[in-house]
């Protein structure tokens, strides 16, 4: 199992979504470390409303995981 399977466990993502990328950046004396997660979903899925067309990416902060500050960027 690698990282990426790990946080999608952890984040409870389903198809069609998934972890596109991790950026994991450590801690040192003036930050406490972040982990960013980009989450993307599969091209060409139709959701419940019909095809996706046009989208925009946004980011939130998540719990931390461990001791580092988690933000999510998804589409």
Known sequence: MNS???FEIALGLEKPWFI???IMTK???T???QIDI???FERGFK???GKTH???ERSWQHLNFFQ???????R
């Open 4 to 6: 990426k399977q790990i």
């Open 20 to 22: 596109k990328e991790i």
């Open 27 to 29: 801690a040192d004396g």
């Open 31 to 33: 930050n406490q470390g």
């Open 38 to 40: 980009y989450i993307d």
């Open 47 to 49: 959701f419940a409303g």
């Open 54 to 56: 046009d989208t925009v």
């Open 68 to 74: 580092h500050r988690c933000f999510l960027h998804a």
